[in-house]
């Protein structure tokens, strides 16, 4: 029996989820919010957490709520490398596309509790966008703080910069990014899932 610790911060989807995965006679599916996720974790002692890679603050290289012994796999939405990219860092192990069929899913569940590799073909393309993201980490910092609302003097004092350093990052951002401007970098960069 493999037992599966379900995370979404939407409570329909999570139960939905879990639910689906729960009519397999060898898997047992629990369903949690990011906030429970730790203390369901310590008590079910999931072998695979499965996390949606959109959902804000999900899937980091700090780790994420499955605990040791788990292996994380990673719902994706295509054409977001960003969010493939920053679930490499936390060292997923599967990578299931959100259209996939419930099979493929449940396929993908078994191979990460063997501790195999699985990466749908969907997200191949994905992936070689990830590896070509222009950003540093860096500038990702002061973008994150720009896409919450921060103003130069705010990023610069939150990053220990000055402020004509946060804007010399503003600008490669937007040459590297082929923003316009500000706005137009974040929109960018939220669309390919960098921030």
């Known amino acids: 029996m493999i037992r599966v610790l379900v995370v979404h911060e939407t409570r329909l989807v999570r139960s939905g989820l879990a639910a689906l995965l729960q009519d397999e ?3 047992d599916a629990i369903a949690a919010c990011w906030t429970s996720a730790p203390g369901k ?20 290289a700090a780790g994420y709520p499955g605990g040791p012994g788990c292996e994380l796999l990673v719902l994706a939405s295509a054409c977001r490398p960003g969010t493939l990219r920053r679930a490499v860092a936390a060292k997923a192990r599967g990578f299931v596309d959100k259209d996939a069929p419930p099979a493929r899913l449940r396929h993908a569940i078994n191979l990460v509790a063997k501790g195999q590799r699985y990466v749908d073909h969907t997200l191949t393309l994905d992936f070689l966008q990830a590896a070509d993201m222009p950003l540093t980490a ?4 002061v973008l994150q703080l720009a896409a919450g609302g921060a103003s130069v003097p ?11 350093t946060v804007r010399n990052y503003m600008a490669a951002i937007n040459r590297k990014t082929g923003a316009r401007n500000r706005v137009d970098a974040i929109r960018i960069s939220q669309g390919a899932g960098w921030v």
């Open 25 to 27: 006679e060898e898997i």
């Open 41 to 60: 974790a310590a008590s079910f002692r999931p072998q695979v957490c499965v996390v949606d890679g959109d959902c804000a603050g999900s899937v980091q």
């Open 138 to 141: 860096r500038e990702l910092s």
């Open 154 to 164: 705010e990023i610069a004092r939150e990053l220990h910069l000055s402020s004509g």
